[in-house]
């Protein structure tokens, strides 16, 4: 996934590896470090009803398998590619898709957001954007959960890796970070750097 250019990815850039089946990112399943977050840690009753968005669903079969636990997900891309693929891989299941721009978002009412390799997609650029306009999409108790590639900073990408001062200093004052780990469940695109994080809203 990774290119030399120091510059934002255009939508064109990501149709074209859909179509050309270029997805390192793609992890094939569902991280068993999600599913003990939702069945254990949260307990199926607790997450039942609850809305989630997905950012940078790709092939989302994270998004079938909330929706399978009765979730109401959003699932969101800005390649129409990836949305297809994703609406072949999930079936019947409820998931509602939109071609969109996770930044022009205008629902501000979810519970949940879940992260993987969308944060590290995002171009250095605009990743300021990223913590307040996730604050406005989840309700004041919401939570951001998920995987984050935390290693030392590189201007080549995507992947674009956050440094763990710098994502903290992102964060601070508007989520309280309550997780950090790192986990088995670990993409090869990512080097071994991912990390299970969950964030609270901070009222």
Not at 72 to 80: G, H, L, N, W
Request: with cysteine; net charge negative.
């Amino acid at each position: 996934m990774s290119v030399d250019a120091d510059q934002p990815r255009s939508v064109e850039f990501w149709d074209n590896l859909y179509k050309e089946g270029r997805l390192p990112w793609d992890c094939g399943g569902v991280p068993e470090r999600l599913r003990r977050f939702i069945e254990l840690e949260n307990g199926e009753g607790r997450v039942a009803g609850k809305s989630v968005l997905i950012p940078g669903c790709g092939s989302a079969y994270e998004a079938a398998y909330l929706a399978s636990r009765g979730m109401q997900v959003t699932a969101i891309d800005v390649s129409e590619p990836a949305i297809e693929r994703a609406r072949s891989i999930v079936g019947d299941l409820p998931v509602r898709f939109e071609v969109s721009d996770f930044f022009e978002l205008v629902q501000n009412d979810f519970d949940f957001v879940y992260e993987r390799a969308f944060l590290c997609a995002i171009h250095p650029s605009f990743r300021d954007r990223f913590p307040a306009v996730l604050r406005s999409l989840l309700k004041d108790e919401g939570k951001l959960f998920g995987f984050f590639f935390v290693d030392t900073e590189r201007k080549s990408g995507p992947p674009y890796p956050i440094a763990e001062v710098n994502l903290s200093t992102l964060m601070t004052g508007l989520f309280q970070q309550e997780a950090d780990e790192s986990t088995e469940d670990q993409l090869a695109v990512f080097e071994g750097k991912e990390r299970w994080q969950v964030w609270s809203k901070v009222l």
